[in-house]
């Protein structure tokens, strides 16, 4: 039996009238006979009482019409799923993301702005070590990441640029030059102890600056980690901007640092061969976002 068959009976029980179905259906009354003697033999069950003035159902054409009906409404809302997954509309996308881009507001977003346009688009959002996502992505476990630039790229994945911002300098709050106001110069931090966060580049460039190699005493991961143990003294940090204006713990202070500043940038990476065509839609959104810039 076919699924044909089952819309060939509901339409005659629905009419109670052969002539009249095959009309509905376009096809020849003869035919129609035969493909409902078909459903009959197959199911071993007479389902039409049919004489020449009248058709009825049976009680187990009655059943079996309640079965059809709900087995024909599966098939199109099965139809409907399949041509509304194939055009983006539904399905899941894996997003991981490093806390700086979180807090310079990024994420949400592009997160926001994605689901107004998908409503019925599932988006699950983690935070991920930024030294694992890259692999992540690659292996097809999490379709974008919001990463901190620079980094390496493999060939495979692509990057896009969201957001640019500068590096600042976190403190504990204590020794005479950190008493002052104004922007530090790098030169003054060559004796410090450094806490380094996920994105290292702002540390070294800082230490470049000043002439001299950071000493780094922990690399405890998250910025939420990092200002923690500042908060502490174990040591200073130079971490994004976007961070100094939304984390505050207590006996921590945020200067600048002298000089042009140094930048950093939170992009989207995503696979280069993509197939997924609601990833793609999210993918088309990525890339079609400007730069904004917190310098």
Avoid at 15 to 44: C, D, G, K
Avoid at 68 to 85: M, P, T
Avoid at 212 to 237: D, M, W
Wanted: proline share 5%; charged share 20%; net charge negative.
């Amino acid at each position: 039996m076919e699924l044909r068959h089952l819309k060939y009976f509901v339409v005659v029980a629905e009419e109670l009238h052969f002539t009249r179905a095959a009309e509905r259906l376009n096809i020849a009354p003869p035919t129609l006979t035969v493909q409902i003697q078909e459903i009959e033999r197959s199911l071993s069950a007479q389902l039409l009482v049919r004489t020449k003035r009248s058709v009825a159902l049976t009680p187990a054409g009655e059943i079996f019409l309640d079965e059809a009906r709900h087995v024909l409404a599966q098939f199109e809302k099965a139809q409907s799923i399949g041509r509304r997954a194939g055009r983006g509309e539904i399905g899941r996308v894996e997003i991981g993301y490093v806390g700086s881009a979180a807090y310079a507001g990024v994420l949400q977003e592009q997160m926001s702005e994605f689901l107004h346009a998908w409503p019925s688009v599932d988006l699950n959002a983690r935070e991920i070590a930024m030294e694992t996502l890259l692999d992540l992505i690659v292996d097809g476990q999490v379709d974008v990441g919001f990463v901190r630039l620079p980094m390496t790229m493999p060939e495979s994945v692509q990057r896009h640029v969201l957001l640019r911002d500068r590096f600042c300098l976190a403190i504990p709050k204590g020794r005479a030059w950190r008493n002052e106001q104004d922007a530090i110069q790098p030169r003054r931090l060559k004796n410090e102890s450094f806490i380094a966060p996920e994105q290292d580049a702002g540390t070294f460039e800082v230490a470049s600056r000043g002439g001299f190699q950071p000493r780094i005493v922990s690399a405890p991961g998250s910025l939420l980690a990092v200002l923690t143990q500042v908060s502490l003294g174990a040591g200073i940090s130079v971490i994004p901007s976007v961070a100094c204006g939304v984390l505050h713990l207590p006996c921590v202070e945020f200067r600048q640092i002298t000089g042009e500043p140094i930048t950093s940038e939170v992009a989207a990476v995503y696979r280069s061969d993509e197939s997924s065509p609601t990833v793609n839609n999210f993918i088309a959104q990525l890339a079609a976002s400007p730069i904004r810039e917190i310098i």
